[in-house]
């Protein structure tokens, strides 16, 4: 089976634009989480959806929202984007919710000028 | 709120050898899962072991092992005959399981070097 994957790789945008990320999950995985890697720091969770409904959302300005779609996939969206929102955006899935474990993509790095 | 401390922002080991990577958390919380991601300069944050705090045993997967202390509220790795691709990031991350979500809280991580 195919891994996490996320697209773009790379982005690079200018303050104050939008920009959309997205994730795919592993083939049978109905949870989504993403999360915000700034350098030199660990991750950042930035929201959860499971079977299309937000399960939680980390403390993040309401300019990051996020959706998922009926074949599990999401979408990650900034909007007005800063400078210190330059970071790695990793997407993390998983079967179901509960006692499972998270399989990670190999992110975006998003750069803001 | 649960917080994880990895106070080694960097580590070295040679090449062969044995090296321990310390992690701390804080929680009010009985039941919880312990983890260690590894990430190379790829950027894919790869799962290296877990554990859940309800057992006493300690995680184990091939070279990397973990000394889960509850009550100190310790989870240290292990690794063992060290190679030169673990050279990486390493992270420790914390998760409740009765949060109602999946939400993983990561240590600033330990930047592991292997000199050859």
Redesign the interface.
Known sequence: DAGVTQSPTHLIKTRGQQVTLRCSPISGHKSVSWYQQVLGQGPQFIFQYYEKEERGRGNFPDRFSARQFPNYSSELNVNALLLGDSALYLCATQRTSGRETQYFGPGTRLLVL | AQT?TQSQPEMSVQEAETVTLSCTYDTSESDY?L?W?KQPP??????II?QEAYKQQNATENRFSVNFQKAAKSFSLKISDSQLGDAAMY?C?YRR?N???????????TRLTIIP
């Open positions: 994880v899962y983890f991601y790829s950027r894919q944050m790869i799962l877990r992270f991350a399981t949060l109602g979500n999946e939400k993983l809280t990561f240590g600033t991580g």
